[in-house]
């Protein structure tokens, strides 16, 4: 069974760079055709796509977020990451990574798997 | 404010129906059956429970059902039980290989 584990430092100051790192167990990033990404929520809001990556290198992100945003997975560690530059209080949430095993990029809203998240906190 | 439009909470006594809306564009819900939506519970992370607007992945029970009409879509659950108590969040792919999230509703078992 795929598991997915987030993974990083939970306080980030502002202005500087938030990373996080999603464990994969139970399958291999690079065995066959997926979907590998990041989702945020907010204290008491809703649920935002920051974006996803797919095993064969194919990126997509959300517009508002893309310039700041790298998402990339390393197969000899069995596990993707995120990087979000340049953190304000706004960033501060609940990330939790997620997958799609298949070969459908339009099936990106349907994320089977997903991690049990991790509270990062943007403040100085 | 979320791209997808969904009421703030519904609520329903134990064994009646609840039917929570999900509003887009047709550059989103109306244009496109990639549509989702997720349960959460308090604490939790989301868990898939409708797919391809109707589609229940395995161990869903079939009294959840989905549906749409132009660019709403909408999640109904029958038999409303007291572990239906959740956050409901819709979600869909976008013309421009994005994906929108509604802002969730608060189901409330009365």
């Known amino acids: 069974q795929l598991q997915l584990q987030e993974s990083g430092p939970g306080l980030v100051k502002p202005s500087e760079t938030l990373s996080l790192t999603c464990i994969v167990s139970g399958v291999s990033v690079s065995s066959g055709p997926s979907y590998w990404g990041w989702i945020r929520q907010p204290p008491g809001k809703g649920l935002e796509w920051i974006g996803s990556v797919y095993y064969g290198g194919s990126t997509y992100f959300n517009p508002t977020l893309k310039s700041r945003v790298t998402i990339s997975v390393d197969t000899s560690k069995n596990q993707f990451s995120l990087r979000l530059s340049s953190v304000t209080a706004a960033d501060t949430a609940v990330y939790y990574c997620?997958?799609?095993?298949?070969?459908?990029?339009?099936?990106?809203?349907?994320?089977?798997?997903w991690g049990q998240g991790t509270l990062v906190a943007v403040s100085s | 404010q979320s791209a997808l439009t969904q009421p703030r909470s519904v609520s329903g006594s134990p064994g009646q129906s609840v039917t929570i809306s999900c509003t887009g564009t047709s550059s989103d819900v109306g244009g496109s059956n990639f549509v989702s939506w997720y349960r959460q519970h308090p604490g939790k992370a989301p868990k898939l429970i409708i797919y391809g607007v109707t589609e229940r992945p395995s161990g869903v029970p079939d009294r959840i059902s989905g549906s749409k009409s132009g660019n709403t879509v909408s999640l109904t659950i029958s038999g409303l039980r007291a572990e239906d108590e959740a956050e409901y969040h819709c979600c869909s792919f976008e013309d421009n290989y994005r994906v929108l999230f509604g802002g969730g509703t608060k189901v409330s078992v009365l």
């Open positions: 997620a997958s799609r095993i298949g070969d459908c990029p339009r099936c990106l809203p349907y994320l089977d798997f």
